[in-house]
């Protein structure tokens, strides 16, 4: 099988999926976090989960890249450089500082994670990599990858700052849930997720890849019926919860 057919492959199969993923979580949320519901199946620790979930974004997607006949180009490395930067803090800094509820979760959806991200580190490292032509070096000052970096770097102040305002509401130990404020929660109920949902939008338009337009798609459907889910949750245990706070998208969702 060639890389060419691999990537497409696997593109279509993230694009296939996003909708049914859409659907599937409006109405059977994911069970980890505060959605965490007995009846499905053996648990494991939440913090290796999150790294076990998300490694293989760090190191598949580094050795597909340095397989790629373009691997020491500048443009290449500077999307490396970006994806790296999410991935590296996501899979080895964010479990560790995160204060989680529950010390368990599901091997299903860890399960579940692991095979997406497999695919998904695959395209992209495919996409920037293995391009067919490469990207010139004058693609880092065309409008697609300037307005897309641009992108990608306020989503990614976004979701940490967001995160970070999540972490600062419980002390060490404490598990309780409050209110979150501040930041953007003035407005969302997961500004967290919009940050991730921004983020990703801009690395499609920077690397402009169907795998990134995959991926894109593929964490709207992942985290919009979430963000709706966290919403409504919010609105049953907090009856003083802010009536004017979208789920997702300020003023519109
Ligand atoms: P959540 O917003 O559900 O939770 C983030 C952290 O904050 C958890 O530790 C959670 O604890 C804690 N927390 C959340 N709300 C409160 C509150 N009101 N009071 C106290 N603590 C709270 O995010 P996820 O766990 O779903 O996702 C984590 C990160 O991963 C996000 O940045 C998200 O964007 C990203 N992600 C990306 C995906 C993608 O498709 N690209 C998919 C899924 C996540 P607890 O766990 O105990 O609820």
Known sequence: MTWELLYRIGCWTLIGLSPITFLTLLFVPAPYGRHRRAGFGPEMNATAGWIVQESPSVFLFALVFFLGPHRWEVAPLVLLAMWQAHYLQRTFVFPLIMRFRGTRTPWLTVGLAVGFNLINASINALAIAHRPGG???????DPRFVIGATLFAAGY???????????????????????PRGGLFRWVTSPNYLGEVIEWCGWALAS????????A???????APRARAHHRWYHEKFPEYPKERRALIPGVY
């Open 208 to 215: 402009w890849s169907l795998a990134g337009l995959a991926f």
């Open 217 to 223: 798609l593929f964490t709207f459907a992942n985290l």
């Open 157 to 179: 102040i976004i979701n940490r700052r967001s995160d970070a305002i999540l972490r600062s509401l419980r002390a060490p130990g404490e598990t309780g849930y409050k209110i």
């Open 135 to 141: 990207y010139a070096l004058s693609w880092l000052w």
